[in-house]
């Protein structure tokens, strides 16, 4: 072998070396040496070669030197070749190999990032989640449930399921800083709520009350009809900067399912008669909807004052989907310390982080 045919291999076996560091603890056995291959090759680059020497052998004997010399310098040259041939193989082998090992390294850390129980998987009802129904694949063994902290937190809800992909990409998330607003005569907000049965859900992420329909919420010319309210706390949507106690969510939907969400923000105050009507009916099991024996008449939730503050956004809930038609009202409504601490013992906290606005327009009665 020539010193540069040598020099050439050193520098393949060092590249090889070089490819094949492993990321992490290798689960399969290294690859064999380089050098074992190196040793067990020349078989195709020999039969060449004693082609070449029978030739050789017929020639006459004054070429027979510079022949020798020539035949030395092709057998290096295909051996290189073939050699180079071998490395680049090997090379895309190691290259597979190391992108398995890495994709089973994510995988397992996946596994241990996000551990099985990060919440009661028990199923829920339909109309969690905004009264969206929930996803098919939701509650598959093993998979993740979504929650206010860990690794079933806001910051994964993205992750955890292919559905809630918007709760990172979406470009009008909820819930908002509301600030910078534009002061505007906005259309009233006409409500046609009527008393009514209910039933209460402890759904592993709030207290709901579902309703049996009926009730109507009309603005700007569309009619979206009561589905369920629930609570936050504290609260999730703030006004420049600053979070309520609590927050009740009055969702409505439309004919089409749009949604439409009206916010009351809560104070510690004088206590509530609804919302004691609500606590009253507790159910003493999660995800199974106590039905009440006595109505509601949800109006009475309501603030004097129907100012309010509005804009486009979403469901603050995986799926966290968007077109959801937002109204806060500006004035709180008032729950009793002894009210708040009941759903505080249940939900300590369960508010979704403030979003982007993205240049969102918020506008706010004059
Ligand atoms: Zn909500």
């Not at 129980?117 to 905004?130: F, I, L, M, N, R």
Request: charge should be neutral; proline fraction near 6%.
């Amino acid at each position: 072998m020539s010193k540069s045919f040598f020099l050439f291999v050193s520098a393949c076996l060092m590249s090889l070396a070089l490819a094949n560091e492993p990321i992490s603890k290798p689960s399969k056995p290294s690859p064999p040496k380089e050098g074992e291959h190196v040793a067990a090759e020349p078989k195709a680059e020999s039969k060449a070669a004693a082609k070449e020497e029978q030739k050789a052998a017929k020639e006459p004997k004054g070429k027979l030197d510079s022949k020798a010399a020539e035949l030395a310098r092709i057998k290096d040259a295909q051996a290189a070749d073939d050699l180079a041939a071998k490395i680049a193989d090997k090379l895309v082998e190691i290259r597979k190999e190391k992108e398995e090992v890495a994709k089973a390294a994510v995988r397992s850390g996946t596994r241990t990032a996000l551990p099985r129980h990060a919440h009661p998987s028990t199923p829920e009802k339909s109309t969690d989640k905004h009264g969206e129904k929930a996803s098919p694949g939701e509650h598959k063994a093993g998979v993740i449930h979504w929650s206010y902290e860990g690794d079933g937190g806001p910051a994964n809800w993205a992750k955890l399921d292919a559905p809630n992909s918007l709760c990172e990409s979406g470009l009008r998330q909820s819930p908002i800083d509301i600030r910078d607003s534009i002061r505007v005569n906005l259309d009233a907000i006409e409500l046609n709520y009527k008393s009514q049965s209910f039933s209460v859900i402890d759904n592993g992420h709030t207290i709901q009350v579902n309703l049996s329909g009926g009730n109507y919420l009309n603005v700007s010319g569309k009619t979206y009809e009561l589905v369920q309210f629930h609570f936050h706390r504290p609260s999730e949507e703030r006004i420049n900067g600053r979070n309520a106690e609590m927050v009740m969510h009055l969702v409505h939907k439309d004919r089409d399912g749009k949604l439409a969400v009206l916010a009351l923000l809560i104070v510690a105050g004088q206590p509530n008669a609804i919302v004691q009507s609500v606590w009253n009916n507790l159910p003493l099991e999660k995800n199974e909807a106590a039905q009440a024996i006595v109505k509601i008449d949800v109006a009475q939730l309501l603030p004097k004052n129907r100012d309010y503050y509005t804009y486009m956004g979403s469901l603050t809930t995986p799926p966290c989907s968007e077109g959801v038609l937002w109204m806060v009202m500006k004035e709180m409504v008032e729950l009793s310390e002894e009210q708040i601490s009941i759903f505080a013992r249940l939900y300590p906290m369960n508010a979704r982080p403030i979003q982007k606005p993205n240049g969102r327009l918020i506008k706010e009665s004059k």
